[in-house]
């Protein structure tokens, strides 16, 4: 495949590239979750800005966080009272850009960053049909691939970390069968 990047969408794939997932993309399926990895390799995470809180408590190191959509948050003038990760929050929040949409910011950071004429692989699963014709038309000049497919070939290799997590999911079901029927 010659891709310059790759879009993920679905819960799996978004865990899979950005290391996060969104609790309100599990309850609102409609809710939409961009994880775009470049060629170069970095990585760019579009996500509802009511799921800013897992992204700070999870500590995450993406370095181009978009959000979208509303979050009120109302804080005392003086933090000096508020917890490290509270003061965290509050810093990510101030910080981050927010857009109208999940499809905007995600055409906006496209054409910041050139993909918006290059070979791009979204990940259709995670996305209606609807959405993924608007992008296309959004931004024709580019080639916009179906890439489900490709996320799951990706995601048969293991690295090392995935094998040593598998590992210990095996002994811990191994553990609860022995005692079960034991």
Same mark, same amino acid.
């Given at each position: 495949y010659y891709l310059d990047a790759l879009i993920a969408t679905s819960p799996e794939n978004n865990l899979y590239i950005s290391d996060m997932c969104s609790h309100t993309q599990q309850y609102l399926r409609e809710a939409l979750f961009f994880s775009i990895l470049s060629y170069s390799g970095e990585i760019t995470v579009i996500m509802p800005i009511s799921d800013i809180d897992t992204f700070v408590y999870k500590g995450l190191k993406i370095k181009d966080l978009r959000c979208y959509g509303e979050f009120f948050l109302n804080t005392a003038e003086d933090v000096k009272q508020a917890t490290g990760i509270e003061?965290?929050?509050?810093?990510?929040?101030?910080?981050?850009?927010?857009?109208?949409?999940? /499809?905007?910011?995600? #055409?906006?950071?496209?054409? +910041?960053?050139?993909?918006?004429? !290059?070979?791009?692989? @979204?990940? %259709?699963?995670?996305?209606?049909?609807?959405?993924?014709?608007?992008?296309?038309?959004?931004?024709?000049?580019?080639?916009?691939?179906?890439?489900?497919?490709?996320?799951? /070939?990706?995601?048969? #290799?293991?690295?090392?970390? +995935?094998?040593?997590?598998?590992? !210990?999911?095996?002994? @811990?079901? %191994?553990?609860?069968?022995?005692?079960?029927?034991?």
């Open positions: 003061r965290k929050l509050i810093r990510t929040l101030k910080k981050v850009k927010v857009g109208r949409t999940a /499809e905007d910011v995600l #055409i906006e950071v496209l054409k +910041e960053k050139g993909l918006d004429t !290059k070979n791009i692989g @979204i990940d %259709e699963s995670g996305i209606s049909y609807r959405t993924l014709i608007s992008i296309k038309n959004k931004i024709p000049e580019s080639k916009i691939v179906e890439a489900s497919s490709i996320f799951r /070939e990706i995601r048969m #290799i293991k690295t090392s970390r +995935e094998i040593a997590f598998l590992k !210990k999911a095996v002994e @811990i079901c %191994e553990k609860a069968v022995n005692s079960a029927f034991s």
